[in-house]
């Protein structure tokens, strides 16, 4: 019994070690003083979670503060994915766009622009609006969480606070529209 149980064990570490699997680990940051402006509150919360949790770096409250301020806007929308025969909506996709830029205190642009564009298709009936309401509320909540995980790594690229020409760390914007997400 042992024997077996040591086996499947070690076949299974074994298989995800293979797979690529590889913890988070601690970020260093160039800054160690960050103000978070705009954004919603959720969303603030966590990359404050993440940015503390996983680096030496601290959040404070006053831009004075801060080695580097980040500005974040955020919008969501739904748009009509597809319609029936008949002209009734039968899917929505809901749009999360984080557009965010990160400026040193000396006003040095550290990320320019950039924007995180997200999205996720919904099935729609009108017996359960309700509940496609709440659906959709969680929806826009995943996004977020997956944005601020992008943004929690692009702060990451950032290795100096008076990069050289050349060094910058470039902006990032989606090219085209996003496909529509397979159901």
Known sequence: MTRRLFLTL???????????????GQQDYAFKRLFIAGGSAAGSARLTRL???GSDTVVV???ANADATLQITESRGLSTLTLNSLGVVEEYQAN????YTLIGKDGTVLIPPSIIALNRAMTYSD??????VAESDLLFADM???????LSR???????MHPAPGQEVPGVAPRAPLPPPPL
């Open 154 to 160: 692009r702060l990451s690229l950032v290795k100096s």
């Open 61 to 63: 409250t006053s831009p």
């Open 96 to 99: 999360l766009s984080m557009q």
């Open 51 to 53: 940015v503390q949790g």
């Open 144 to 150: 977020e969480s997956d944005a601020i995980d992008q």
């Open 127 to 132: 017996q359960y609006s309700q509940a496609k």
């Open 10 to 24: 070690a076949c299974s570490v074994m298989m995800l070690s293979a797979c690529g699997f590889q913890l988070r």
